[in-house]
């Protein structure tokens, strides 16, 4: 049982470039979530989805786009990389809210 | 809208002595409350979680957090800190009550050092 796996775990872009991060989780999770961590701000949402074909905007969602084509599946993509976007990603899912996340071990995204 | 705060970036204690890290929030309805810790170059970790019923919550690793309704505060504690503890807890919040996003919002994180 895998749980939350994101892919890559590091990734260096170049101002401009597009890229997607992946998020795959095996545990049959309704929701699913991207974060962004960065010092001193804990984690800030970005987009997340409470269901299959589903998904709605966070608290810094400009720049990212997200899909969730497939139950297990949540994709994060950035359309035009920007320094601001160095951080590190973090992907959880969810089967209910009550019952709390799972987290992936995160994606570290330097734009240079 | 929900928040969270945690208004200590570090709290530094001995080996043996208890700890607490806090937290406050704020929601307009019911809230979930979570605390999860992070170590070094990991994902989030789930310690414990208030939904309902009794104000004290009990975690993994012997850790405990109190609901606090009228001062709006989930206090995490444990009453003899190991090195091990050592991590970065984040405590979060969801407004069952509101019409916000359905996620957590998370506090900025304290940074626990526990001193051998």
């Known amino acids: 049982n895998a749980g939350v796996t994101q892919t890559p775990k590091f990734r260096v872009l170049k101002t401009g470039q597009s890229m997607t991060l992946l998020c795959a989780q095996d545990?049959?999770?309704?929701?699913m979530y991207w974060y962004r961590q960065d010092p001193g701000m804990g984690l800030r949402l970005i987009h997340y989805?409470?269901?299959?074909?589903?998904?709605a905007k966070g608290e810094v969602p400009d720049g990212y786009n997200v899909s969730r084509l497939k139950k297990q599946n949540f994709l994060l993509g950035l359309e035009s990389a920007a320094p601001s976007q160095t951080s590190v990603y973090f992907c959880a899912s969810a089967k209910r809210e009550i019952y709390g996340y799972t987290f992936g071990s995160g994606t570290r995204l330097t734009v240079v | 809208a929900q928040s969270v705060a945690q208004p200590e970036d570090q709290v530094n204690v001995a080996e043996g002595n208890p700890l607490t890290v806090k937290c406050t929030y704020s929601?307009?309805?019911?809230?979930?409350l979570f605390w999860y810790v992070q170590y070094p170059n990991r994902g989030l970790q789930f310690l414990l979680k208030?939904?309902?019923?009794?104000?004290l919550v009990k975690g993994s690793y012997g850790f405990e957090a109190e609901f606090n309704k009228s001062q709006t505060s989930f206090h995490l504690k444990k009453p003899s800190a190991l090195v091990s503890d050592s991590a970065l807890y984040f405590c979060a919040v969801r407004d069952i009550g509101g019409t916000g996003r359905r996620a957590l919002t998370f506090g900025s994180g304290t940074r626990l050092q526990v001193q051998p």
């Open positions: 545990m049959n999770h309704e929701y």
């Open positions: 929601v307009s309805g019911n809230p979930y």
């Open positions: 989805s409470v269901g299959e074909g589903t998904t």
């Open positions: 208030y939904i309902t019923g009794d104000n």
